[in-house]
C-alpha cells in the first residue's frame, strides 16, 4: 500500500514475472475500464464478432474480431493476418488510442519500451467457451511480446511449454488483468478452459480478451 500526499491509500500495481520474459501485470488495465469498454462497443459496431472456421472445418466457439491495421483470419484456407475484414471487404477498424496507450504502457512496464502493434484480436467468450492449446505464430517477428488484457467474467488461463504434451500451468486470469508475452515464453502453448457461469458487474455473462501484436 501507498499513502500519498492526500492520504489516500493506493495498492501498489502489482508485477509478477511468472515465466523468463512474461510479466503479469495484475489490474494493470482498470482504470482505462470505461473508455476500453466503450472503444471495444465501437469496434464491434464497425467489424462485428463472429465465430471463424477453422482450416479443418470447425467452428470455433470463440467469438472474434480485430482491429489495426492487420487482423487475424481463420478460414478453410488457413490461419493468416489480413488487412481487410473478409465480412465486409473493408479494412479493419483502426485501432483505438485507449487501446494503443495501454497496450505500449503495459509493454513497457514489463520492459519492451519499444513494443508497436499493428494488430489488436478481440476474443469474446460466452460461459461454456473454450480454446485449446496452440501456439501463436502467425506472427512476423517473434522478439515482439504479444499484451493480453482480460476483462469481465474470470477465467482460467492454461500456459504449456514449447511441445502440445508438456505439463499446464493454470492461472486465473480476472478482469483488468493484463500479461506481457515476451522472450523465450512467446512460442509457448496456451489455451482457456471453458468458461463458467457468472456476471460480471459491466460485462454481464461475457469474458472479453484483447491481444496486441506486432503481426506485419
Ligand atoms: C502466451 N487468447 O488470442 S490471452 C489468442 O484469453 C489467445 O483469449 C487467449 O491465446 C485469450 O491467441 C489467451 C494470453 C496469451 C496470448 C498470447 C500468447 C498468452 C500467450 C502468446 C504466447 C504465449
Ligand atoms: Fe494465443
Given at each position: 500500500m501507498q499513502n500519498d500526499l492526500f492520504g489516500t491509500l493506493t495498492e501498489t500495481p502489482s508485477r509478477e514475472?511468472?515465466?523468463?520474459?512474461a510479466v503479469l501485470l495484475r489490474g494493470f488495465a482498470l482504470t482505462e475500464e470505461d473508455a476500453l469498454l466503450v472503444d471495444i462497443a465501437l469496434v464491434a459496431e464497425a467489424a462485428p464478432f463472429r465465430n471463424m472456421v477453422t482450416p479443418g472445418g470447425f467452428t470455433m466457439s470463440v467469438a472474434m474480431t480485430n482491429c489495426g491495421r492487420a487482423g487475424w483470419v481463420s478460414d478453410r484456407r488457413g490461419y493468416r493476418y489480413a488487412t481487410?475484414?473478409?465480412?465486409?471487404g473493408k479494412p479493419w477498424p483502426a485501432m483505438p488510442d485507449s487501446f494503443l496507450i495501454l497496450a505500449q504502457s503495459a509493454a513497457a512496464a514489463a520492459g519492451y519500451p519499444a513494443f508497436a502493434p499493428d494488430a489488436c484480436l478481440v476474443n469474446r467468450y460466452v460461459p461454456g467457451t473454450r480454446l485449446t492449446l496452440h501456439q501463436d505464430?502467425?506472427?512476423?517477428?517473434?522478439?515482439q511480446p504479444i499484451v493480453s488484457v482480460s476483462l469481465g467474467l474470470p477465467a482460467t488461463f492454461q500456459f504449456g511449454g514449447m511441445e502440445r504434451t508438456e505439463k499446464v500451468t493454470r492461472y486465473r486470469l480476472e478482469h483488468g488483468d493484463v500479461v506481457v508475452w515476451g522472450g523465450p515464453t512467446r512460442l509457448r502453448f496456451h489455451g482457456v478452459l471453458p468458461l463458467k457461469d457468472g456476471l460480471h458487474s459491466?460485462?454481464?455473462?461475457t469474458r472479453i480478451n484483447l491481444t496486441f501484436r506486432k503481426a506485419m
Open positions: 514475472e511468472i515465466a523468463e520474459g481487410d475484414d473478409p465480412l465486409s505464430k502467425n506472427e512476423k517477428d517473434f522478439a459491466s460485462l454481464g455473462a
